[in-house]
């Protein structure tokens, strides 16, 4: 399981605009790059990240082999009803990591 | 590679840089200076915020691993340790079993091996990156207070020695950028004081998290000199003598640097 760090309000007024920040560890191998004994390394990346917000998709993400290890995505909803927020990391590898946090809207 | 080649020529037109700017004194870092203030705002912003700063994965990881019971023994680092605050910030420290002043790292892989009766973990391992990342970030905030040890004199002296040993085909030593030319560039880059108050620490060039002795081998193979492996002697001395140099800096581990 790689580290994430999760950073989004645990409660919100209904009907206002929530930012999430997720950070997750990973290598994000290019595929171009060549290793200690000069092949190329294989692609390992994340391709996709997907929020969604009690089973609708709110945000996703398709990523590609130039961006950075680690990555770091922010982006903002809108506080409708109480529910659980889940955050889906898939690539290559088979990689498929899914976090869940809830949200109470007052 | 660009920046090797400006490094080459800094060092072909060292003689005349030397002539036309004036050499600061030895002691120029009366007051040190942390990288961090050099740095754009959106780093700082991203150090300083602990969802943002990927070095917080590392620390997470180590927090896992502190809590991990380990080796014949079965015990975790936090069946002794219940806070580890300000420890950090006074390594390296002598240690008593090898008569020789031990970095942080060195510590954490002492207490494996001697009292969890564990394998070693790798030098630059994520393991013991993260355990060091966990330990040193206790620590944030707080300013370096290098132990005031004689028994240190002697490696802190080396330390300072090697500090001021030029070295490799380009023949420079660190004092030479770090003291005479910091605050100046080299190519694009800034030239930090390169203190050492923020380690292990995250830099956007490597994407991942590293240890001093990493940064260190970074610019000895920069001026194309032959890099110690890590855990030499060597480099501990240079980081006794570098905690000392910056003594009084918040320490800000798990740093971001460019």
């Known amino acids: 399981m790689a580290r994430v760090l999760l950073n ?4 919100a007024a209904k009907g206002a605009v929530i930012e999430i920040r997720t950070l997750i560890m990973h290598p994000m191998e290019s595929g171009f790059r060549p290793g200690m004994n000069g092949t190329i390394l294989a692609r390992d990346i994340i391709t996709r ?44 590898n088979d990689f498929r990591q899914t976090e869940t946090r809830s949200l109470t809207v007052t | 590679m660009r920046w090797l080649l400006l490094l080459a020529a ?19 870092v009366a007051q040190p200076r942390s990288g961090t203030q050099d740095m754009s705002r959106e780093l700082q912003a991203m150090q300083a915020d602990d969802s943002a700063n990927p ?4 620390v997470q990881e180590g927090e896992a691993l502190f809590h ?7 015990k975790a680092c936090a069946d002794c340790h219940a806070s580890l605050t300000g420890v950090a910030a006074r390594y390296p420290a002598w240690d008593d079993r090898s008569a020789a002043p031990m970095d942080l790292a060195g510590r954490i892989q002492h207490c494996r091996t001697e009292h969890q009766q564990a394998t070693p973990l790798a030098r630059e391992g994520e393991p013991l990156l993260a355990l060091s990342a966990f330990v040193a970030g206790q620590s944030r905030g707080l300013p370096l207070a290098p132990p005031e040890d004689s028994r240190l004199a002697p490696a802190l002296a ?6 001021r040993q030029r070295r490799g085909q380009l023949n420079l030593s ?4 770090h003291e005479d030319r910091a605050g ?14 923020g380690y292990p620490q995250y830099r956007l060039e490597w994407q991942a998290l590293g240890s001093l002795q990493r940064r260190l081998r970074n610019c000895m193979v920069g001026v194309r000199a032959t890099a110690p492996a890590f855990g030499a002697a060597e480099y501990v001395e240079i980081e006794l003598y570098l905690a000392r140099r910056g003594a009084g800096l918040a320490v800000e581990a798990p740093a971001v640097r460019p």
């Open chain 2, 55 to 58: 070095g917080m994965l590392w």
């Open chain 1, 49 to 92: 990240f997907t929020c969604e917000y009690d089973g609708e998709v709110v945000f996703q993400a398709e990523l590609s082999s130039a961006i950075a290890a680690n990555p770091f995505i922010s982006f903002t909803t809108v506080a409708t009803a109480s529910g659980t927020l889940s955050f889906t990391w898939e690539g290559d």
């Open chain 2, 174 to 177: 660190c004092a030479q950028c």
């Open chain 2, 10 to 28: 800094l060092a072909a037109a060292g003689p005349r840089i030397a002539a036309a700017q004036p050499r600061m004194p030895p002691q120029a």
């Open chain 1, 8 to 11: 989004l309000p645990r409660s």
């Open chain 2, 68 to 74: 991990r019971a380990e080796g014949r023994v079965q």
């Open chain 2, 184 to 197: 100046l560039r080299l190519g694009s880059a800034l030239i930090p004081e390169g203190h050492a108050n």
């Open chain 2, 158 to 163: 080396r330390g300072e020695a090697l500090f």
